[in-house]
């Protein structure tokens, strides 16, 4: 008997043909997120089984596989003999003490000498016998005992079923580059998009001398957080305080954040365009900030001609707070560092400006150069 | 790398960490242990406090109890006041000032003196404070963001003969080895740190006049005479002890230092408002940019070879620093551009001018920008 973790997959069964790939994906990134941790994965009819790990570390190990993208459910149990002694030994690791049960028996190994029924009536009793202060109820149990005979003499044994995080498995559906800042959005917005399968790649801005060290390493310890569930493994920053400079000294104050904003999204498209990426991904949301209204996303859109993918769009802070904290998120977001914008903010930021005041102003400045001299100073940090 | 951020922590001394980890290869023994590697171990520990001891105390009245850091040793102090009314100043370090704010869930009443002109406290504002219900009293004797120094003998004089039964305390963790002063029996705990004088980061220590009463905030194996539980930081004492002892060396150093402070003053003063008073700590300039971020260009200045303070590293999280606001004589956006410059008995003239002018110019620079 060992210890082994039954994993269940979302959605997958619906896609048809493609079944292999993303089947093959999942499998990718569940080993991925056991990286480090001894163990074995193995694939059954519609499970993935991990095996032969450390079983002190069974929760660890479980912890990582509920964050992954694609894994429908979970069950902790256990790999077993399928002699009715040697199922029953495992069954009473996992059965409750006290309160209702019920046993409830698969056979995939249709040979097998007793009917499902019969293995779970078997079970059941001798598992009454034992422990006095069990019962049966066999409509609304408190606890469940599951049973699944295999071929080969093998039966699994477990006791729950745990939720994973659903969704698609990451690399199903693309790649995008999300733009992080230090804050509460961008990170869900990353989660969001990872769920429905995509590669998310991530980029942030920093405004060196004028934020410090701890903004930049605020969104490290964020990327850090959200790598279990996008498997990404680095974070790429741009620094774009000249540009900073440059609006700040000959545009409009009002437009500041405006100006900066189309900088970022012309930068962040050349990046995905030489690393392949399809899309833009943000943590806008619409009407959140002075900059998220409709005109403001428009002007940001009129830079691009890559899709901006803003899964946040329709949310209010409170939902977006609420999905970060059960992400893990918020607490790293809320620490006290100033992002990009700060320094240079404008106390009236304009909040509906119109695309040809927005083109005059910028046409103060060395809109390429400026870009150029940007994406000279990429670096790519290994979380 | 110009090294201007001594009061933030110093350098450690080479010497002192290589003769104290010597000792400390060769015995390092728990001090407790009742073999001679052990006895061996707290005769070192001992010599260590002595010698500390002798530093600026008499020791055949006051002892000295070891501890993690200046912030236990403080916290050590304040938890001394365990009724009526205790009274500190609003120019104390955040290891005073909070304990002091917790002593309220105590039912401790907590009276914060504000601050004269120049950052210091005055023996009338402090008294009208003290009355017969006050337990504890806590005065900083060189504050560690503008460098103003407080009287300590007199202070704790004036309050004794007010209140006798009252714990005076006073905050050293800046002035100790670098202002010269004397214990005097008025005072009863004296908290230091190593680190601010060459030695190791996690060691500290309170003076105690013997006749104190003291009880300790930690339990356990009942080291330090039960006042401060916990396996004694052999190597950090023995540094600390031996880092000091160079240091005090250097005392004599301070007429030079006050110079470097005052040409630095002379290159900083068309661009900068000074916030440190003139008969303050040498070791410390306190300067403010108007309408810059102090932070922002102490970054600009790291990046130019030069290593500066903006008030005080352990708050500097918050925008604008409590205790220069306390001084009521500056607006927010001078308080926004606070750099704080302090010295240690290696800055050399040269250095000094080098950093000054660099620091005009990224000053200057700031503006042009922003």
Known sequence: MEKVIIIRYAEIHLKGKNRGFFEHALATNLEKSLKGYRHELHRLSGRYLIEKFDETRAEEIAFRVSRVFGVRSYSVGYLTGS?????????????????????????????????????????????????????????????????????????????????????????????????????????????????????????????????????KEKVVQLARLLSPYTQVTELTTVKVTHIQEEIHRKCAAELNVTLLRRFMFRIAERIALRRGLSCLVTGESLAQVASQTMEGLTSSNAVVTLPVLRPLIGFDKEEIIERAKKIGTFETSILPYEDCCTVFLPEHPATRPKLDYIEREEGKLEIEALVDEALGSVERITL | MIYLDNAATTKPDAAALSRAAQLYGETYFNPSARYGGGFAAHKLMEDARQSLLCTIADPALFDLIFTSCGTEAD?????????????????????????????????VEPRFCPLSEDGSVSP????????????????????????????????????????????????????????????????????????????????????????????????????????????????????FAFA?????????????????????????????????????????????????????????????????????????????????????????????GVLRVSFSAETSEEETVQAAELMREAAREYRKKV
């Open chain 2, 124 to 239: 009338e504002a402090l008294l009208a404070l003290v009355d017969e219900k006050t337990t504890l009293v806590s005065v900083v004797h060189a504050n560690n963001e503008t460098g103003a120094v407080n009287d300590i003998a007199a202070l704790a004089r004036a309050v004794k003969k007010k209140n006798p039964r009252c714990i005076f305390h006073s905050d050293g963790v800046q002035a100790f080895c670098k202002l010269p002063f004397r214990l005097p029996a008025e005072v009863d705990l004296y908290s230091v740190s190593a680190h601010k004088v060459g030695g190791l980061k996690g060691t500290g220590a309170l003076f105690r006049r013997k006749t104190c009463s003291l009880q300790p905030i930690l339990f356990g194996g009942g080291q330090e005479n039960g006042l401060r539980s916990g396996t004694e930081n052999v190597l950090g004492i023995l540094d």
């Open chain 2, 244 to 336: 000091a002892e160079n240091f005090s060396r250097l005392a004599e150093e301070t007429e030079r230092i006050a110079c470097l402070r005052e040409k630095m003053w002379a290159i900083l003063s068309e661009d900068f408002v000074r916030i440190s008073p003139m008969d303050g700590s040498p070791y410390i300039l306190t300067v403010a940019c108007r309408a810059a971020r102090g932070e922002v260009l102490q970054r600009m200045l790291f990046d130019r070879g030069v290593a500066v303070g903006t008030g005080s590293a352990c708050s500097s999280k918050k925008p604008v620093s409590r205790v220069l606001e306390a001084i009521g004589r500056y607006d927010r956006t001078t308080l926004e």
């Open chain 1, 83 to 215: 002699e009715l002694d040697e199922m029953y030994a495992a069954v009473r690791l996992v059965a409750p003490e006290t309160g209702s049960f019920k046993v409830e028996t698969h056979r995939g190994y249709k040979q097998y000498p007793m009917t499902s029924m019969e293995i779970s009536a078997a079970i059941g009793g001798r598992l009454l016998s034992e422990r006095k202060a069990l019962r049966v109820d066999v409509h609304t149990p408190e606890n469940y005992v599951y049973i699944d005979v295999r071929e080969r003499g093998n039966a699994l044994v477990f006791g729950s079923f745990e939720d994973g995080e659903g969704g698609m498995p990451v690399g199903t559906s693309g790649k995008g580059l999300l733009m992080i800042s230090g804050g509460i959005d961008s990170p869900v917005a990353g989660h969001m998009m990872a769920k429905r399968g995509l590669t998310v790649e991530l980029l942030h801005f920093h405004s060196y001398p004028y934020t410090n060290e701890g903004a």
């Open chain 2, 75 to 107: 916290n050590t102090a304040v938890s001394m006041a365990k009724r009526g009314n205790a009274v500190t100043t609003a120019g104390e370090h955040a290891a005073v000032y909070e304990s002091f704010l917790q002593l309220r869930a105590r039912g």
